[in-house]
């Protein structure tokens, strides 16, 4: 278990890793439910970014592998949704609740 945790960990951190990656992040933040054509757009027009349709394409790729894009597909349109449960598990992983009160230092 704590392997298999170890790999998704990674890729998770491989992925969050490219700024690019980031962005289609925070796109997919701003408007879930986006074609590769809309990202392809939004990249362009909103931040300037002369990246290819397959470059982007593989970005993705990548994202959905580590679990923070999941994709649908209606008829020939593939959308790309943002799955925000692979960065709380991470974020889980670490926080523990603290009984002890306030930490030494704080008001």
């Known amino acids: 278990m704590v392997a298999y945790c170890g790999a998704v960990a990674d890729d998770l951190f491989k992925a969050l890793a ?31 970014l002369g990246i290819s ?17 999941e994709t649908r597909r209606e008829g020939r349109y593939k959308f790309h949704e943002l799955n925000t449960a692979p960065l709380r598990q991470i974020a889980e992983r670490w926080l523990v609740a603290d009984t002890s009160g306030p930490e030494k230092g704080t008001p």
């Open 18 to 48: 490219d700024p690019t990656r980031r962005t289609i992040l925070d796109e997919l933040t701003e408007k879930s439910g986006q074609t590769l054509f809309e990202i392809c757009s939004r990249l362009s027009m909103k931040h300037q």
């Open 53 to 69: 349709r397959q470059a982007v394409s593989q970005h993705l790729a990548l994202l959905e592998a580590a679990g923070l894009v």
